[in-house]
């Protein structure tokens, strides 16, 4: 851990000893800001100590992903944990920790964190004409970081609890295993089953069951604020683009004679529609890459969602804060009250939106090992 | 922008992540998790199964059981009946059977008395007789103790006599 001084507000640190007191909070600590990725200028922080308080950048810094894992602000002190940059350019490797670039402040080895434009928060190097490039950035960012932690998690969870069954044979579940096996039937007898069908269930049972406990325990994870949980990790497009291509490749990879038959000659249309101009098959065949599509986004929207939304009220305290002191204790009470409503709304959406990605995957396995009928 | 705009660092790590505990899970959690589940919902479903149908037999042993009960219910009523029947039959024979021996020990103890009487009365007879012959002997010795007497009675039964 590094203890490294800098410009920050300090009021934060305040309502975020304010939060703990009230006990239950989702947010991501809202110490834990964007030095990460700093937009401004250091007189432009300055600036902003005194004068705005941009919610907006502040949200934002908590959602997406960033080099450093930043846990909180005491002061002018931030508490935060290098991680590792790795980064592949030019035919180099190059590895080191992300606090050489002081919280976004300074270039190393002529690599920096983007302020703007459309590579903005991740790592690029000027070239010799003054173009912005963009090296092959493997980085274990903090997203990468705290998925590792859950993997784990996830992991040693399921073996511990195939491990109870083995030992427990024809016994009543207990303990953890009793929490889960409720979720494990309902996921094959109310997903599994009726989505794909009697004969093919059990082939995509386990990737199904691995899917959603994933989700859904990254879910949960995210709406715990501390380190090492916090980490906006569902809420991530690239990690919800990964699970969509499982799903994808699992479809197309076990799609039989008929799903691609009803891709490119589409039964029960009219021939006209298919020759010359193949508009049924172009449409088809669009689907097949806007359901992976949408589930990516469906799952990383509502997620954010939820997270903005939680964030959106903690900043009010501060907006109002600027306003007066007053303003803003008093929009506290509102704003803690409101965001614990809607924590427990996105301990719901954690669920739902994991049961809605399976289902989906569920649905479209289905339909690739659909028979004829 | 920043939020839509995926990273390659992130989607290796997650491939990679993911991969991981898709392969582990699937490979050491959730085959024995299915299974173990299958078999306990067909140990349950048997066991239900089994419970059903000896609760049908236990019925029917029941509706045995008191068909029996009421068969031998119904044989202990012939039972008493006969035994009560026989128990007056019994009652009546040896009741008779004792009248006649009393009636014949009766029967036998007149006999015995008779012959007793009879028996008395022939020796008292025989008594008297002897008695009386003693009596008669005394008077005639009596009578005939002086020879003047007995010369009268001599000379009286020879006047007599036929040889006259």
New interface residues.
């Given amino acids: 851990m590094a203890i490294i001084k800098g410009k920050k507000s300090s009021s934060i640190l305040i309502y975020f000893v304010v939060l703990l007191l009230v006990g239950f909070t989702h947010f991501s600590g809202f110490a834990q800001n964007d030095e990460g990725?700093p937009q401004i200028s250091e007189e432009a922080q300055d600036e902003m100590e005194e004068a705005d308080l941009n919610a907006g950048e502040i949200i934002?810094g908590h959602?997406?992903?960033s080099y450093e894992w930043h846990i909180a602000d005491w002061g002018h002190t931030h508490l935060s944990i290098p991680l590792p940059v790795?980064l592949y350019d030019q035919g180099e490797w190059h590895f080191f920790m992300s606090s050489k670039f002081h919280h976004g402040k300074d270039a190393y080895k002529g690599f920096e964190i983007a302020k703007e434009g459309?590579?903005?928060?991740?790592i690029v190097r000027q070239d010799a004409e003054g173009n912005v490039v963009q090296p092959?950035?493997?980085?274990?960012?903090k997203?990468?970081f705290a998925?590792?932690i859950t993997?784990t998690i996830?992991?040693l969870l399921?073996?511990g609890?195939?491990k109870t069954?083995?030992r427990r044979?024809?016994?009543a579940p207990k303990g953890f295993q009793s929490l889960i096996?409720p979720i494990?039937?309902f996921i094959?007898d109310e997903v599994a089953r009726p989505a794909i069908g009697n004969k093919h269930y059990?082939r995509f049972?386990?990737?199904l069951?691995?899917v959603f406990f994933?989700i859904f325990i990254n879910n949960l994870l995210g709406l715990i604020p501390f380190f090492p949980f916090g980490a906006n990790i569902t809420g991530?497009?690239?990690?919800t683009?990964?699970?969509a291509l499982?799903t994808f490749f699992i479809t197309t990879f076990s799609g039989n004679k008929n799903y691609y038959a009803h891709i490119f000659n589409t039964p029960g249309v009219p021939w006209w529609l298919k020759i010359p101009v193949p508009l049924m098959p172009i449409i088809e065949l669009v689907g097949v890459f806007t359901k992976p599509f949408v589930l990516m986004v469906r799952l990383?929207a509502n997620i954010?969602a939820g997270h903005i939304i939680i964030l959106g009220f903690i900043s009010l305290i501060f907006v109002f804060g600027q306003a007066s002191i007053y303003a803003g204790y008093g929009m506290s009470i509102i704003s803690i009250s409101l965001s614990i409503f809607i924590n427990f709304l996105e301990l719901l959406v954690a669920f739902i939106q994991a049961y809605v990605f399976t289902l989906l995957s569920a649905i479209y396995f289905g339909m690739a090992v659909e028979e004829h009928h | 922008m920043e939020l839509v705009n995926p990273g390659l660092g992130l989607i290796f790590w997650m491939t990679l992540a993911f991969g991981i505990v898709f392969f582990i899970l699937k490979k050491f959690a959730w085959p024995s998790i299915i299974q173990a589940l299958k078999d306990r919902e067909q140990h349950i479903e048997e066991a239900l199964q089994a419970a059903e149908r000896a609760h049908e037999e236990m019925k029917k042993m029941q509706l045995d059981n008191e068909a029996l009960l009421k068969k031998a219910k119904e044989e202990r009523d012939v039972i008493m009946a006969d035994a009560r029947k026989l128990r007056e039959k019994m009652l009546d024979e040896s009741r008779s059977k004792a009248n006649e021996e009393a009636d014949r020990i009766v029967e036998n103890a007149k006999v015995r008395i008779d012959n007793e009487r009879k028996a008395a009365m022939t020796e008292i007879k025989n008594e008297i007789a002897k008695i009386s012959i003693d009596i008669a002997e005394k008077i005639v010795r009596e009578k005939m103790q002086s020879t003047e007497a007995q010369k009268d009675y001599i000379n009286k039964l020879i006047k007599e006599s036929p040889l006259n």
């Fill in positions: 990725i934002i959602i997406v992903d790795i459309m590579l903005k928060g991740k092959i950035d493997l980085s274990l960012t997203n990468s998925l590792l993997s996830v992991v399921f073996l609890v195939a069954y083995r044979q024809r016994k096996e494990i039937v094959r059990e049972l386990p990737y069951l691995t994933f991530n497009i690239a990690v683009g990964v699970l499982f990383f954010t």
